[in-house]
Nanobody
Framework: QVQLVESGGGLVQAGGSLRLSCAAS????????MGWFRQTPGKERDIVAA????????YYADSVKGRFTISRDNAKNTVYLQMNSLKPEDTAVYYCAARRSFGLTLYYSGPNYDYWGQGTQVTVSS
């Protein structure tokens, strides 16, 4: 079992930056592939970024490519989402997710993940 806790959300002006953190506990973090998703009211939860178990392979949604960066610190059991040049359309609840994995496989959809955090709100004002 893995427990995930996100933090770092908040209110920021357009063009600003935030760094989300997702702290994991319960199992060896380094053997898990991680993903960041976001969801707005009435819409599906969409993938934002993902990385493989060792961080050696990453994926970004087209809407955030070049602005967001996923990274991890396995020693701290934490995965990060650095968000720069934020836009009002980035406003959403952001969730981190984990699934046990090895190799460079990336997972792009919610059902592929076994564990989820509670979410953190990001609001970008224009």
């Amino acid at each position: 079992q893995v427990q995930l806790v996100e933090s770092g959300g908040g209110l920021v002006q357009a063009g600003g930056s935030l760094r989300l953190s997702c702290a994991a506990s319960g199992r060896t973090f380094s053997s898990y592939a991680m993903g960041w998703f976001r969801q707005t009211p009435g819409k599906e939860r969409d993938i934002v970024a993902a990385d493989s178990w060792n961080g050696g392979n990453t994926y970004y949604a087209d809407s955030v490519k070049g602005r967001f960066t996923i990274s991890r610190d396995n020693a701290k059991n934490t995965v990060y989402l650095q968000m720069n040049s934020l836009k009002p359309e980035d406003t959403a609840v952001y969730y981190c997710a984990a699934r046990r994995s090895f190799g460079l496989t990336l997972y792009y959809s919610g059902p592929n993940y076994d564990y989820w955090g509670q979410g953190t709100q990001v609001t970008v004002s224009s």
